[in-house]
């Protein structure tokens, strides 16, 4: 390939990288901040958006516990997702929804028999 030629494809290439950061929104580290009833809660999660699907794992704050998405999607601006968490030996699906701007997420947190909401930022 001529020297002329790559100079045209190496920069058409390390663009496209950008573009496929650009068509997974979701993917990446956030820090989450929530309240349900009077419960705070903060949560690391790590999310891989493919498609309209998000995967992925929430850690606890302190705790560093691990729980795996049991479901999650995002589909223009709405993105959620859910996973198994205890309290007093109770297992139940806390299901997240919420708005993803830039950066961001605000949104609500249910959980059996409550409602609260949320605030995520992307750690860069």
Not at 10 to 34: E, K, N, Q, R, Y
Not at 70 to 81: M, N, P, R, V, Y
Not at 91 to 111: P, R
Request: proline content about 6%; some cysteine.
């Amino acid at each position: 390939m001529p020297i002329s030629l790559l100079a045209l494809v190496i920069p058409a290439v390390l663009a496209s990288g950008s573009a496929f950061a650009a068509d997974a929104p979701a993917t990446g580290t956030w820090t989450v901040h929530g309240k349900v009833s009077a419960f705070q809660f903060n949560l690391t999660c790590r999310f891989e958006q493919k498609g309209e699907a998000v995967g992925g794992v929430c850690y606890d704050a302190g705790t560093n516990k691990p729980h795996p998405l049991t479901q999650g999607a995002l589909s223009g601006d709405h993105i959620s997702w859910t996973y198994q968490s205890s309290y007093l030996l109770k297992t139940f699906d806390a299901v997240y929804s919420g708005t993803l701007a830039g950066g961001s997420i605000k949104g609500d947190i249910t959980v059996p028999g409550y409602q609260g909401q949320f605030t995520a930022e992307k750690q860069p």
